[in-house]
T-cell receptor, first 115, second 112 residues
Framework: DTGVSQDPRHKITKRGQNVTFRCDPI?????LYWYRQTLGQGPEFLTY????????KSRLLSDRFSAERPKGSFSTLEIQRTEQGDSAMYLC?????????????FGPGTRLTVL | DQQVKQNSPSLSVQEGRISILNCDYT??????FLWYKKYPAEGPTFLIS?????DKNEDGRFTVFLNKSAKHLSLHIVPSQPGDSAVYFC???????????FGSGTKLNVKP
């Protein structure tokens, strides 16, 4: 399977704990995105990487959130001191970055529940 | 600020008939639009896209229409099939801006 993969698929944590999610994009894709999706809403942009450089961050990404893509391949999203409002589906997407290629390929998401 | 809106949360259509899903946007700088389909427990999958230099793009049973003056796009599915039952999201971007804005989705139910 050469699609975008995310791990874990589900995470239940207690308020105040830290969590980390991983995303493995399609191997030749140099652009990687993180989104958050809550019930009844579409994906909301969180942050974007081109290779290892984090080029844009949404205002939604508070100081408790940090994302990395250290070698320009997989990426991690960490949430510190989780709050109940962080409960959501966290989606990762990648795209090739070739001129004219705007299609993003999404992973299955990580569903976070904060108790 | 919701720059992409899908005002119909759900749509029910009989198998074989046409499904029309609508999307409105507010940012006149958007010049690339996409439709994604999402099944439960899966990530969204790309369906069809259109550039602002076109007003129509067709791919099999799926056609997207763009009305720039009205800042409106629609997705037509003809004929609708039960397997099309899913949540459909429209998304918009400014070319090479690398940021995509999604609508809230429309849940399509195609009845056999």
């Amino acid at each position: 399977d050469t699609g975008v993969s995310q791990d874990p698929r589900h995470k239940i944590t207690k308020r105040g704990q830290n969590v980390t999610f991983r995303c493995d994009p399609i191997s030749e894709h140099n652009r990687l995105y993180w989104y958050r999706q809550t019930l009844g809403q579409g994906p909301e942009f969180l942050t974007y990487f081109q290779n290892e450089a984090q080029l844009e961050k949404s205002r939604l990404l508070s100081d408790r959130f940090s994302a990395e893509r250290p070698k320009g391949s997989f990426s991690t999203l960490e949430i510190q001191r989780t709050e109940q409002g962080d409960s959501a589906m966290y989606l990762c997407a990648s795209r090739s970055g070739q001129v004219g290629d705007n299609e993003q390929f999404f992973g299955p998401g990580t569903r976070l529940t904060v108790l | 600020d919701q720059q992409v809106k899908q005002n119909s949360p759900s749509l029910s259509v009989q198998e074989g008939r046409i499904s029309i899903l609508n999307c409105d946007y507010t940012n006149s700088m958007f010049d690339y639009f996409l439709w994604y389909k999402k099944y439960p427990a899966e990530g969204p999958t790309f369906l069809i896209s259109i550039s602002s230099i076109k007003d129509k793009n067709e791919d099999g049973r799926f056609t997207v229409f763009l009305n720039k003056s009205a800042k409106h796009l629609s997705l037509h599915i003809v004929p609708s099939q039960p397997g099309d039952s899913a949540v459909y999201f429209c998304a918009a971007s400014i070319y090479n801006f690398n940021k995509f804005y999604f609508g809230s989705g429309t849940k399509l139910n195609v009845k056999p």
